[in-house]
């Protein structure tokens, strides 16, 4: 019985230390590292990923995360230095590179981080006009960055990026934007008409220079109007006559003189009537 019992408590203490053993080894992942606290003290040495062996109820290992994290900002309302109300959200990447220092120093780092993002943003919405908000946001962002990367990097974390995701306007202010994008699409519009008239008005100019020159030309011009005309199929002959002739023929009629004839009574010279002068020859000459 002796013998029994002996060999029974030897196999209890054996299976007692293999468990011990067992409950003792931990499983570091790919991209975990391990922080031991030995009786409360840090181990200077981190635990790399593999299967990694603590001492029973002296060892303490917690695992920290390496990869790189994605965390969304809740959106932060605020005011521009151009007094406009906005909304902007955004996100920041990041990860952990000293996991001593993540674990040490502060206690939760992934909440700190969350805080420091979302008082940076409301900063860089304070600071920032709302022109600077809607087409630089590269600068802003990289001004963010480092408002986040400067507390961020005494805790052993690295900020990757961080990028402002939307902004959010009020009704009124959209419709503003809108009424200065038609007027700067008008105004557009305007340059452009009034360049291309001053372009078409050079060349006319060019042109009547050369038709005032070479006659000819005029008359070939002339000429391709009524080709023009005549190709529409129509019974309507136009032909252009040109004023410059209209004017020569003006200057080149004599003026006919109005013959005044003599008035019965004292009222002055009268003008003769051709009617009657007319009918005075007939008469005379024998019906």
Known sequence: ???????????AAALVLVWGCLSNIRVVKQYERGVVFRFGRVQDHVRGPGLTMLIPVADRLQKVNT???????????????????VRVDAVIYFNVTDPVRAVVDVQDYMSAIGQVAQTSLRSIIGKSNLDDLLSNRERLNQGLELLIDSPAVGWGINIDRVEIKDVVLPDSMKRSI???????????????TADGELQASEKLAAAADVM????A??????LETVVEVAAEKNSTVVLPFPVELLRFLERATPAQPVPIRQSDDSRGPALEDPVDDRSSRVAANGG
């Open 217 to 222: 030309a005029l008359q070939l011009r002339l």
């Open 67 to 85: 990869q790189i994290i994605t965390m969304p900002v809740p959106a932060q309302d605020g005011i521009t230095r151009d007094n406009v109300t």
């Open 1 to 11: 019985m002796d013998m029994l019992y002996s060999l029974g408590m030897s196999a």
């Open 178 to 192: 809108a009424r200065q994008a038609e007027a700067e699409r008008e105004r557009r519009a305007r340059v452009i």
């Open 212 to 215: 005032a020159a070479e006659p």
